[in-house]
Nanobody
Framework: VQLQASGGGLVRTGESLRLSCTAS????????FGWYRQAPGRQRELVAS???????EYGDSVKGRFTISRDNAKKTVYLQMSSLKPEDTAVYLC?????????????????WGQGTQVTVSS
């Protein structure tokens, strides 16, 4: 079981990035997925979560700027990030939970990817 995150990089304030998380999971369609981020010296933070029915939830700090989506045929979850700010700088990790709905509790995620670095310069 693997989750492979990609798409991170260095951007300027106000620019956009799209992260991808590809999963080698046969039960992809029935899983809930989340994107977390962790900055140095800060707790891991839930950015967004998506269920199998495409219901979504967002952390307060990214509402209106980030969009999570999924493509079951490609077994990929995306995080479209717009209007990026320096405080969005972090390692972004994708995670999967064995339930078909959105998941807010970190402890419910069973599978984790390796993370991709996003750096936003001012």
């Amino acid at each position: 079981v693997q989750l492979q995150a990609s798409g991170g990089g260095l951007v300027r304030t106000g620019e956009s990035l799209r992260l991808s998380c590809t999963a080698s999971l046969s039960t992809f369609d029935n899983l809930g997925f989340g994107w977390y981020r962790q900055a140095p010296g800060r707790q891991r933070e839930l950015v967004a979560s998506i269920g199998s029915g495409n219901r979504v939830e967002y952390g307060d700090s990214v509402k209106g700027r980030f969009t999570i989506s999924r493509d079951n045929a490609k077994k990929t979850v995306y995080l479209q990030m717009s209007s990026l700010k320096p405080e969005d700088t972090a390692v972004y990790l994708c995670a999967a939970a064995p339930v078909p709905h959105t998941v807010a509790a970190e402890s419910h995620y069973v599978y984790w990817g390796q993370g991709t670095q996003v750096t936003v310069s001012s």
